[in-house]
Every structure is written in C-alpha cells, then in structure tokens.
C-alpha cells in the first residue's frame, strides 16, 4: 500500500519561508510527484510537479520564481521549497503521486495516491 506522509507545514509571516517534505513508502516506482493546495472555500489547485526519474519540474504561475520543487530519489522524498510568501498562499499543502494514467502534471486525475495534508498560514 502506497502511504505518503507529509511534513514541515506551519505559521510563517509574509515574506518569510517554508519547506515541506513528503516521503513516500510502499511504491513499486515512481513517475513523478506533485504538490497541490486547497484554500478554505476553493478548490485544489496545482503548485508544483517534478518528474521522478529525470528532475523535470513544472510549476503553476502564480509560484514560480518563488516555490521550488525537487526530490531525493534515494529517499523516496519531494520537497517544496516555498520562499517569498503571501497571505495568499495560505492554504492545506498536500503531496501526490502519479498513477498508471497521465493526463498532464496539473491534473489532480493523474495522481493515484495523496498525503493527508498539512497546513501552511501565511500571516501579513
């Protein structure tokens, strides 16, 4: 059984930083993982993705130049580093990892398996 765990979420000012950490054990293989997040009253939107085997990432605009995703293969772990922070990016951060059927990385139909969330406040 596929179990990510998240870590590393938390109450920061505006401007300040936060890395997060997801650890993925139980996986035959990986193709890539991805990160979401969900606002209170929104929907899950996509933040970030890296592609496992060859680091390919791909960010949602409103990130980039801030956030950067990577991974530790050897540790079945992703991380988000977020820099730069604004109330708005105040949200439950979670991590995913992709299933048998990919439909692109900003597609939350092509991540089979999720983490249980943590919390990110970002305070201005």
């Known amino acids: 059984q596929v179990q990510l765990v998240e870590t590393g979420g938390g109450s920061v000012q505006a401007g300040g930083s936060l890395r997060l950490s997801c650890t993925v054990s139980g996986a035959i293989s990986i193709y890539a993982m991805g990160w979401f997040r969900q606002a209170p009253g929104k929907e899950r939107e996509f933040v970030a993705a890296?592609?496992?085997?060859?680091?390919?990432?791909s960010y949602a605009e409103h990130v980039k130049g801030r956030f950067t995703v990577s991974r530790d293969n050897a540790g079945n772990t992703v991380y988000l580093q977020m820099t730069s922070l604004k109330p708005e990016d105040t949200a439950v951060y979670y991590c995913a990892k992709t299933g048998h059927i990919f439909y692109g990385y900003t597609d939350p139909d092509s991540y089979a398996s999720w983490g249980q969330g943590t919390q990110v406040t970002v305070s201005s």
């Open positions: 890296v592609h496992w085997s060859g680091g390919t990432t």
